[in-house]
Nanobody, 120 residues
């Protein structure tokens, strides 16, 4: 069974930074594409960033140039460095492990997420 645990969220002022971490249990991490997602109140969950097993990275237009995704296969961990945060970045952030590069299916289930709140 695959489990993901997100951490690192918090309250920060606009313009500040946070670094989110996501640890994945099980033995699938090195062969999983990883994604960060977020869901704000009243909105659907949206893609923030993805990184493939080969290191190919994609970002949502709204975060490009401000956020950076990375992975450490030795630690089964994916990170999301968030800089120049804006109030509209406020959301619960989730990570997911994907079995292929379509990023449509996930291993296991969604985690609890970590709350990020950006004050103006």
């Amino acid at each position: 069974q695959v489990h993901v645990v997100e951490s690192g969220g918090g309250l920060v002022q606009a313009g500040g930074s946070l670094r989110l971490s996501c640890v994945v249990s099980g033995s699938i991490f090195s062969r999983a594409g990883m994604g960060w997602y977020r869901q704000a109140p009243g909105n659907e969950r949206e893609l923030v960033a993805t990184i493939t097993t080969g290191g190919t990275i994609n970002y949502a237009a709204s975060v490009k140039g401000r956020f950076s995704i990375s992975r450490d296969n030795a630690k089964n961990t994916v990170y999301l460095q968030m800089n120049s945060l804006k109030p509209e970045d406020t959301a619960v952030y989730y990570c997911a492990a994907h079995p292929d590069s379509t990023f449509r299916l996930i291993f296991g289930s969604w985690g609890q997420g970590t709350q990020v709140t950006v004050s103006s």
